[in-house]
């Protein structure tokens, strides 16, 4: 079991585990369907990210392989909640795992999504023990795409029309990195 120490802290971030009382500020960046193209549910409702919240994104611990934890991207200088990211736990054999992560639109383009992730990778590394992450996308999702790179993460495979989501065909890439690229990067956030 891993339970890691909240808030973690990054240079401008705090991410700490959801809350109920984040439910108005996310469903701002969840109701856009311009913002949750590219992540596997339609826009939500304040009373579905409600539901979210005390039920599958509650949880801010891994206790078995399978398990996810959800956490807030908080700006530590406003308190703002600008999005969410994810840490699965996907094999203990293979030693996987994969990130996942939605900011609202408004606070694009700042470094958040890279800063956040960051410490997902450390957590998932140094905390999970996790020997690979990865960060599967549609292809047209390119600001996704963009942060994996940032990041370190290697395009590890295309899968022309290999999945059908969201009502059409969608061009998935994977993106992943091992735990030893990852400590020995020079320019890590």
């Known amino acids: 079991m891993l339970a890691p120490e909240y808030p973690i802290r990054t240079e401008r971030l705090l991410l700490r585990p959801l809350r109920p009382s984040d439910a108005e500020q996310m469903v701002v960046y969840k109701s856009d369907a311009d913002a949750v193209r590219y992540v596997p549910y339609d826009p939500l409702t304040l009373a579905e990210v409600e539901e979210r919240l005390a039920t599958r994104w509650a949880t801010s611990r891994f206790e ?4 996810a934890i959800c956490l807030g991207v908080e700006e530590q200088e406003t308190g703002r909640l600008v999005g969410d990211i994810v840490l699965f736990w996907r094999n203990e054999e293979d030693r996987e795992g994969e990130v996942g992560y939605i900011l609202d639109p408004a606070f694009s383009g700042r470094g958040y999504a890279t800063e956040a992730v960051s410490a997902l990778l450390d957590l998932g590394f140094d905390g999970l023990g996790l020997h690979r992450i990865a960060a599967r996308m549609d292809e047209r999702n390119t600001a996704s795409a ?17 999945s059908w989501f969201k009502g059409e065909w969608m061009t998935l890439l ?11 990067r020079s320019d890590r956030p």
């Not at 994977?174 to 020995?184: H, M, S």
């Open 146 to 162: 963009r942060v994996a790179e940032r990041l370190g993460l290697r395009r590890e495979a295309r899968f022309v029309e290999g």
């Open 174 to 184: 994977v993106y992943g990195i091992l735990d030893r690229e990852w400590r020995t």
């Open 64 to 67: 078995k392989v399978g398990d």
